[in-house]
């Protein structure tokens, strides 16, 4: 099955073509980098022209996978309003991924993995997740303060893109691993992998992750 997979949740963004197959197999053709900021303009197009340089058409998509948050409110509405379109058009299946996910098994580390998020004015957004080879289970998804983090990560292996969160995880004593963010090509083995599980969404029900303070949680259910 042909899989597109889109990230407009940061400043940058990406999107991946791929060909999936059983046993959750993935290959993926190509990554294409989006400037941020100009994501509005651009990702339809780019969509069009990633499947041409292929030799496929809109008709040929068999399945999308999208980045549902945390991120950039704006960004991400404009990703998910393009795969929205796209699927109902297409009667696709679509499966979100969060991107605090997408680091998790970015790493190297395994059983708890703490996934951390820089997300401005002194917060970061944190997912607990259980790590076995390529799949995460979601324990639990929150906001906290910068100061909040170490203790709430005593537990767990850090793992993160922000360098300065790993420069203090590493002052407290805590294990951390520093890795590149991820691009779509990571979304895409990951969406691959909730489609094969069934775990879909239709346009209707596919919404933005905003991950809110500590009192608002989003259990195993929202993944």
């Not at 294409?32 to 069009?48: D, H, I, K, R, Y």
Request: hydrophobic share 45%.
């Amino acid at each position: 099955m042909l899989l597109l997979a889109a990230d407009t949740s940061g400043k940058q963004g990406s999107i991946a073509l791929a060909r999936c197959g059983p046993e959750s197999k993935c290959d993926v053709l190509e990554v294409v980098s989006l400037e941020g900021g100009t994501f509005s303009a651009t990702l339809v197009p780019q969509f069009a022209a990633l499947l041409a340089k292929h030799g496929f058409g809109k008709q040929d998509i068999g399945g999308f996978a999208v980045v549902s948050g945390p991120g950039s409110f704006t960004g991400l509405r404009i990703g998910l309003a393009a795969i929205k379109a796209l699927s109902e058009v297409l009667a696709k299946p679509i499966a979100a991924v969060s991107l605090l996910e997408a680091i998790a098994v970015s790493g190297r580390s395994q059983s708890r993995v703490m996934a951390v998020l820089d997300a401005g004015r002194g917060e970061v957004y944190a997912g607990k997740y259980e790590v076995n080879g390529s799949e995460a289970v979601l324990e639990s998804e929150i906001i906290l303060l910068r100061s909040e983090l170490i203790q709430a990560a005593a537990d767990s292996i850090i793992v993160t893109a922000d360098h300065s969160l790993v420069e203090a995880a590493r002052s407290a004593a805590l294990t951390v691993e520093e890795i590149a963010i991820p691009r779509s090509d990571v979304i895409a083995r990951l969406g691959w992998q909730k489609i094969l599980a069934g775990k879909t969404v239709s346009p209707a029900e596919l919404d933005a992750n905003y991950i809110r303070r500590s009192s608002e949680i989003f259990s195993k259910s929202s993944s």
